[in-house]
T-cell receptor, first 113, second 112 residues
Framework: DAGVIQSPRHEVTEMGQEVTLRCKPI?????LFWYRQTMMRGLELLIY????????DSGMPEDRFSAKMPNASFSTLKIQPSEPRDSAVYFC???????????FGPGTRLTVL | AQSVSQHNHHVILSEAASLELGCNYS??????LFWYVQYPGQHLQLLLK??????LVKGIKGFEAEFIKSKFSFNLRKPSVQWSDTAEYFC??????????FGRGTSLIVHP
């Protein structure tokens, strides 16, 4: 199995630009999580999908952030417009269901100038 | 609501020293507990987990953790660390919400 796949691995953009991060979960996993990791705040859960439906988006910082999961094999996290404080590593993780081990992707390192 | 506290933010050890990283959680019901490791520049990966049964859990690379319910703790241990254990270690608890809550992490540096 290829594991959780994320793209791009690195993204450098200018303030105000739209950023789209992509995630392909492990086949057969029905839960998907988006996290943000920074030195200041550690690992923060942004949103959680179960069977493609957003269950908990209370961690999404503000309206500039949106996430979709149009099917079981693909999810996007979009930031529009991006700001320098959005600079972080964004991880996607998937699992076989609630309460089970999460498998993390390699992350996308986002830098907003 | 569930929460996790990792007491040690930074730990520096020499090779062959023993390691214990503290993890305490707050949740009144049944919990699943995890330790994840993040090697420099890499993603998080599972080190070990406790769902039920023997409270002493053995994981990969010689790590183990003990669930002490009365103390709400799930400390990570390794009798003799190696330089390759240099990494960030995260404790996570999953209770009634079914969404794991992660601690802030402990940065471990092992000097050769």
């Amino acid at each position: 199995d290829a594991g959780v796949i994320q793209s791009p691995r690195h993204e450098v953009t200018e303030m105000g630009q739209e950023v789209t991060l992509r995630c392909k979960p492990i086949s057969g996993h029905n839960s998907l999580f988006w996290y943000r990791q920074t030195m200041m705040r550690g690992l923060e859960l942004l949103i959680y999908f179960n069977n493609n439906v957003p269950i908990d988006d209370s961690g999404m910082p503000e309206d500039r952030f949106s996430a979709k999961m149009p099917n079981a094999s693909f999810s996007t996290l979009k930031i529009q417009p991006s700001e320098p404080r959005d600079s972080a590593v964004y991880f996607c993780a998937s699992s076989t269901g609630q309460g089970n081990t999460q498998y993390f992707g390699p992350g996308t390192r986002l830098t907003v100038l | 609501a569930q929460s996790v506290s990792q007491h040690n933010h930074h730990v520096i050890l020499s090779e062959a020293a023993s390691l214990e990283l503290g993890c305490n959680y707050s949740y009144g019901g049944t919990v699943n507990l995890f330790w994840y490791v993040q090697y420099p520049g890499q993603h998080l990966q599972l080190l070990l987990k406790y769902f039920s049964g023997d409270p002493l859990v053995k994981g990969i690379k010689g790590f183990e953790a003990e669930f002490i319910k009365s103390k709400f703790s799930f400390n990570l241990r390794k009798p003799s660390v190696q330089w390759s254990d240099t990494a960030e270690y995260f404790c996570a608890v999953q209770g009634g919400s079914y969404i794991p809550t992660f601690g802030r992490g402990t940065s471990l540096i092992v000097h050769p």
